[in-house]
């Protein structure tokens, strides 16, 4: 029985795909959701898995390709296709059945990662149907052994930067770039370019939250089953606050028309090897602090893992940025269009700092607020600014919303 292999529905806001990776190849013997093809769009890759038992017949659209919402890319036959398939393997007797065995019980998306991360597939324990290693199955492996994990650390963070050769070699190779990559250039040349972009700085004292943090994070952790308390729930509860007080720094431009938002959805920036991706928290403003941890760790798994859907990274009324995980002091963060502003956050580093005619060792972290100044002016920019200071240094603030 043929079937045939579709592009996914793309939302209006993405017009198109580019076919990634093929993970099958013509008669190869592929299982019911065992990732086949990867299509690569301005805003997030997209997977697309066998519907059953059986092997691609035929494939329509090669690697490179554009395809377009819900257009055919390959044929797949079910069943026999896959038995078929399998045949021609058989008379590869000769290698050692272990390693056939683990070739066959290895997802292509886990062999991958495997492969990334230094990591021998075949050392990893499978949970999938006939103990199949997934790629969940990598994931937990790297946690058990963060030892084992550690030279990987720095070849998975630069996986889109190519290899180049030994040094000493004046070498040089050219790879095309990616299309989230073109689209993040576009983005920000585009703010660059049609906003009147300007920054304005302050510093907050991180200690209150730190010791809030430290009195009641076991407790907290007990009381959401697992959820751990971190610093970037203060923020999106501190900025949400400060968005109803100065609405206009929630606002967008539409043409001649300024639009006012009456929710706060605020985007956390998520880093990734592929580059830079923003979800949204929506309604952040009724969020408590262990559903805004619960869902920023879900966006951080499943973004490392190309698995965020487009419409959770479209909209958004105020974006959060946090260079600091990267040792980051100080940065002017880039408007995240239509959105009026943008906060950037920074390393935390302990500074002398003069408090009631005493100088003390406290620690500190620079704040910045990029935000269009045909929207804001500077007192209103300034204003909120220093409100999420206000509520950061006295976290009370943020439950009484004074």
Same mark, same amino acid.
Do not use: C
């Given at each position: 029985?043929?079937?045939?292999?579709?592009?996914?529905?793309?939302?209006?806001?993405?017009?198109?795909?580019?076919?990634?990776?093929?993970?099958?190849?013509?008669?190869?013997?592929?299982?019911?959701?065992?990732?086949?093809?990867?299509?690569?769009?301005?805003?997030?890759?997209?997977?697309?898995?066998?519907?059953?038992?059986?092997?691609?017949?035929?494939?329509?659209?090669?690697?490179?390709?554009?395809?377009?919402?819900?257009?055919?890319?390959?044929?797949?036959?079910?069943?026999?296709?896959?038995?078929?398939?399998?045949?021609?393997?058989?008379?590869?007797?000769?290698?050692?059945?272990?390693?056939?065995?683990?070739?066959?019980?290895?997802?292509?998306?886990?062999?991958?990662?495997?492969?990334?991360?230094?990591?021998?597939?075949?050392?990893?324990?499978?949970?999938?149907?006939?103990?199949?290693?997934?790629?969940?199955?990598?994931?937990?492996?790297?946690?058990?052994?963060?030892?084992?994990?550690?030279?990987?650390?720095?070849?998975?963070?630069?996986?889109?930067?190519?290899?180049?050769?030994?040094?000493?070699?004046?070498?040089?190779?050219?790879?095309?770039?990616?299309?989230?990559?073109?689209?993040?250039?576009?983005?920000?040349?585009?703010?660059?370019?049609?906003?009147?972009?300007?920054?304005?700085?302050?510093?907050?004292?991180?200690?209150?939250?730190?010791?809030?943090?430290?009195?009641?994070?076991?407790?907290?952790?007990?009381?959401?089953?697992?959820?751990?308390?971190?610093?970037?729930?203060?923020?999106?509860?501190?900025?949400?606050?400060?968005?109803?007080?100065?609405?206009?720094?929630?606002?967008?431009?539409?043409?001649?028309?300024?639009?006012?938002?009456?929710?706060?959805?605020?985007?956390?920036?998520?880093?990734?090897?592929?580059?830079?991706?923003?979800?949204?928290?929506?309604?952040?403003?009724?969020?408590?602090?262990?559903?805004?941890?619960?869902?920023?760790?879900?966006?951080?798994?499943?973004?490392?893992?190309?698995?965020?859907?487009?419409?959770?990274?479209?909209?958004?009324?105020?974006?959060?940025?946090?260079?600091?995980?990267?040792?980051?002091?100080?940065?002017?963060?880039?408007?995240?269009?239509?959105?009026?502003?943008?906060?950037?956050?920074?390393?935390?580093?302990?500074?002398?700092?003069?408090?009631?005619?005493?100088?003390?060792?406290?620690?500190?972290?620079?704040?910045?607020?990029?935000? &269009?100044?045909?929207?804001?002016?500077?007192?209103?920019?300034?204003?909120?600014?220093?409100?999420?200071? &206000?509520?950061?240094? &006295?976290?009370?603030?943020?439950?009484?919303?004074?």
């Amino acid at each position: 029985m043929s079937t045939e292999i579709k592009a996914p529905t793309f939302p209006e806001s993405v017009q198109d795909g580019t076919i990634a990776t093929w993970h099958k190849k013509p008669g190869e013997a592929v299982s019911r959701d065992e990732l086949i093809v990867d299509i690569e769009t301005d805003k997030v890759v997209l997977e697309v898995v066998a519907p059953a038992d059986g092997s691609l017949s035929e494939i329509i659209k090669n690697e490179g390709d554009t395809v377009l919402s819900n257009e055919v890319i390959a044929i797949f036959v079910e069943g026999a296709g896959a038995a078929q398939a399998k045949a021609p393997e058989a008379p590869a007797a000769e290698e050692p059945k272990q390693a056939a065995s683990s070739e066959k019980l290895v997802n292509p998306a886990a062999r991958k990662m495997a492969s990334e991360n230094n990591v021998n597939a075949a050392d990893v324990a499978g949970s999938g149907r006939d103990g199949r290693v997934t790629k969940e199955d990598v994931a937990n492996h790297l946690k058990s052994a963060p030892a084992a994990s550690a030279p990987a650390a720095a070849t998975s963070a630069s996986t889109s930067v190519p290899a180049l050769e030994a040094a000493g070699d004046r070498v040089e190779k050219r790879v095309p770039m990616t299309r989230l990559r073109k689209r993040i250039a576009e983005r920000l040349l585009e703010a660059s370019n049609t906003t009147a972009m300007l920054t304005t700085f302050n510093e907050v004292n991180m200690a209150p939250i730190m010791e809030l943090r430290a009195k009641y994070k076991d407790k907290f952790e007990k009381a959401h089953n697992g959820t751990r308390l971190g610093f970037m729930s203060f923020f999106v509860k501190a900025a949400a606050e400060a968005l109803r007080r100065f609405p206009a720094v929630n606002a967008s431009i539409d043409n001649n028309d300024i639009v006012y938002h009456g929710y706060q959805d605020i985007g956390v920036a998520v880093s990734t090897d592929k580059g830079l991706v923003v979800p949204v928290l929506r309604n952040a403003e009724n969020m408590s602090l262990a559903g805004i941890e619960n869902t920023i760790r879900d966006f951080g798994l499943r973004a490392r893992d190309g698995k965020l859907g487009i419409e959770e990274m479209s909209g958004g009324t105020f974006t959060i940025t946090n260079g600091g995980v990267f040792g980051s002091l100080l940065s002017t963060p880039i408007l995240n269009l239509p959105q009026a502003a943008i906060l950037g956050m920074h390393k935390i580093q302990e500074r002398p700092m003069a408090v009631d005619g005493q100088v003390k060792i406290l620690p500190m972290m620079y704040l910045a607020l990029s935000y &269009d100044h045909r929207l804001l002016d500077g007192k209103e920019a300034v204003q909120f600014l220093v409100a999420i200071k &206000d509520l950061l240094e &006295d976290p009370a603030r943020i439950l009484l919303e004074i």
